[in-house]
């Protein structure tokens, strides 16, 4: 069966730090990957998605970046947080054309 | 750019009671789907819509694929104390789309 995988699970960082979040796949092969972002209390924003390694698209303009250097490994990064990248950042993959995603536990971040 | 309106935003439930909400957009979708957040945790899909006009079961929950491709509801019979939590729709299109959620609370 397909699991996914996200780390760390919180994180506290202070504002201009650096930011790097990882999101794995198992138990299937050329999944598309997604990256949300979803504010407390409100719905989901969907960040970046991918149909293959090094593909990526941006559905949102910001100081957020993704990559996907293996076929099962999303990495969503910035190179200096903002206050307003507070957030539960949640990963998903999805196997068909249909557009079915399978959400992972998500990264609560924290920026001081 | 496609927007999804859920309705309604919140609402208290009570043991035993039925429970409703839909979601409505001006754009057309070829797939709805379901989910439920518990807090802290990632949605976890309940049901998936594929076919205008489509009604699908799971347990308690009934969602249908409204016939216009333009709007979803989900039903909940007889509900529980677990039922407790946010759901969110989902609609693929020209563009993937969540609603703003639901937030089902236990009547006090």
């Known amino acids: 069966s397909q699991t996914i995988h996200q780390w760390p699970a ?12 990882e999101c794995t796949v198992e138990g299937t092969s050329n999944p598309n990957l997604y990256w949300y972002r979803q504010a407390a209390g409100r719905g ?3 960040l970046f998605y991918s ?11 910001q100081n957020l970046s993704a990559s996907r250097p293996q076929d099962r490994q999303f990495i969503l990064s910035s190179k200096k947080l903002l206050l307003s990248d507070s957030g539960f950042y949640l ?5 068909d054309q249909k557009e ?3 959400f992972g536990p998500g990264t609560r971040l924290l920026v001081l | ?27 057309i979708f070829n797939t709805w789907l379901w989910y439920k957040q518990d807090p802290g945790e990632g949605p976890v899909l309940l049901i998936a819509l594929y076919k205008a ?29 677990s039922d407790v939590g946010i759901y969110f729709c989902f609609g693929a299109g020209n563009m993937l789309t969540f609603g703003g959620g639901t937030r089902l609370m236990v009547k006090p």
């Open chain 1, 44 to 46: 989901l924003q969907l």
């Open chain 1, 10 to 21: 919180t994180l506290v960082q202070p504002v201009g730090s650096p930011l790097s979040l």
């Open chain 1, 91 to 95: 990963c998903a993959w999805g196997a």
């Open chain 1, 51 to 61: 149909v293959g390694i090094g593909q990526i698209s941006s559905e949102v303009p």
């Open chain 2, 53 to 81: 006009g489509e009604l699908t079961s799971n347990g308690r929950l009934t969602a249908q694929f409204g016939i216009t491709r333009k709007d979803s509801f989900l039903n909940i019979s007889a509900s529980i104390p």
């Open chain 1, 100 to 102: 079915t995603q399978y």
């Open chain 2, 1 to 27: 750019g496609q927007q999804l309106n859920q309705s309604p935003q919140s609402m208290f439930i009570q043991e035993g009671e039925d429970v409703s909400m839909n979601c409505t957009s001006s754009s």
